[in-house]
């Protein structure tokens, strides 16, 4: 007969790790049953039972005519820039602007101090006042018939070439003051004070930031519908919701070799917060087609597929994979997966629909 006492003497000599491991296997039993228990009243997290009807809306699938967009993207650039560059070696004495700052046309931007060049412009300028007074004196000589005629010829023709060298050498001192040769705002200055310029250098970049236009990449099989004059609607990535209303003002005639597409500039009115290099969209309407849209709220992804819900003959919700196309507001062209006829749940409350029962709400 089995006592206590025996039962108690075999437990001792259990291993105590076995024992534990056991007890941890029964307590998680439990727990996973009455889990099972509370998810099964509830018919899982968040969702009514599989026995439950669930009340959706549901539209009816229908062709309809919409317009054919062809949607581009591309960035924000100026339609007026300058980079102003060096001419000259020299230490830059004076410097006026910072990225950002908006300039007037013909402000004074920097100064360059080029101790050659300054040399040689008080150089040309005296040898100008010296032929000047040559040319004075013997223009008086010569009226009051003293001098020669060729003394005459001689006076001008070096007062002449001593205006040619002054006009050269402040043409050259000209060089070593920058000014904006157009209106807009400084987007990059790439020399700071006291640094050295050489001639070529790139300086400073100004963008006429009041004329902007978005140059978008077009695929070639679209670029023949796209005319110059055309309205645009426009999307800025950076102002989501917002439209503005742009115009094609040249279609580049030349293709990319290695992706078939062509470039497409549009123009758009100045705005606040608009930025050159931002990216956007450009919504082409080119002509109307025949297509099946249902509501972007109808759209569910499982998996990594995108589908929707349709209803089955027996009102339960059955996974449809489809394909997408072009967006139109609050709706989406559905390429391929529905046909006519079909019903589809506009709106599936964030929960999966699959085999479950659904009580029509029409819409």
């Known amino acids: 007969m089995i006592t206590i006492h025996t039962i108690e003497d075999k437990l001792k000599g259990l291993d105590k790790k076995v024992l534990f491991a056991g007890i941890a296997v029964i307590v998680l039993a439990v727990i996973a049953g009455i889990g099972y228990s509370i998810l099964g009243k509830q018919g899982g997290t968040g969702t009514p039972a599989a026995g439950a009807s669930i009340a959706v809306p549901i539209v009816m699938v ?161 670029i023949l519908q796209i005319r110059p004059g055309a309205d645009v609607k426009v999307q800025i990535d950076a102002m989501p919701g917002k439209d503005i209303a742009g115009k094609v003002s040249q279609v580049v005639p030349a293709s990319d070799i290695r992706t078939h597409s062509f470039i497409v500039k549009i123009d758009i009115p100045a705005d606040k917060g608009l930025i050159t290099g931002m990216y956007g969209k450009a919504f082409f309407t080119l002509g109307k087609h025949e297509a099946i849209v249902v509501p972007k709220t109808a759209v569910v992804e499982m998996s990594g597929i995108t589908g929707v819900y349709l209803l089955s003959g027996d009102e339960a919700a059955l996974f449809q994979m489809v394909q997408l196309g072009a967006e139109h507001g609050e709706q989406v062209e559905v390429v391929t997966g529905l046909k006519k006829g079909d019903k589809v749940v506009a709106d599936q409350k964030g929960g999966r629909l699959e085999g479950r029962k659904v009580s029509v709400v029409e819409k």
Do not use: C, F, W
Not at 132 to 137: A, G, M, N, S, T
Not at 142 to 154: G, I, L, N, R
Not at 166 to 190: C, D, H
């Open 62 to 222: 229908e062709p309809r005519i919409i317009e054919s967009v062809v949607t581009a993207a591309g960035a924000l650039n100026s339609k007026n820039s300058s980079v102003l560059s060096g001419k000259v070696m020299g230490r830059v004495v004076e410097l006026n602007v910072h990225e950002g700052d908006q300039v007037a046309e013909g402000r004074l931007l920097m100064k360059i101090d080029s101790g050659e060049i300054t040399a040689q412009a008080i150089q040309a300028q005296a040898a100008y006042n010296n032929a000047r007074l040559q040319y004075d004196r013997i223009k008086s000589l010569y009226d009051a018939t003293a001098s020669t005629q060729m003394e005459m010829d001689q006076a001008t023709l070096g007062l002449e070439t001593a205006q040619a060298g002054l006009r050269a050498a402040k043409a050259m001192e000209s060089y070593t003051i920058i000014r904006a040769p157009i209106a807009g705002q400084i987007v990059e200055k790439k020399i700071n004070l006291g640094e050295m310029a050489m001639p070529g250098q790139p300086l400073i970049k100004i963008e006429d930031n009041r004329n902007l236009r978005l140059e978008v990449t077009v695929r070639e099989q679209d």
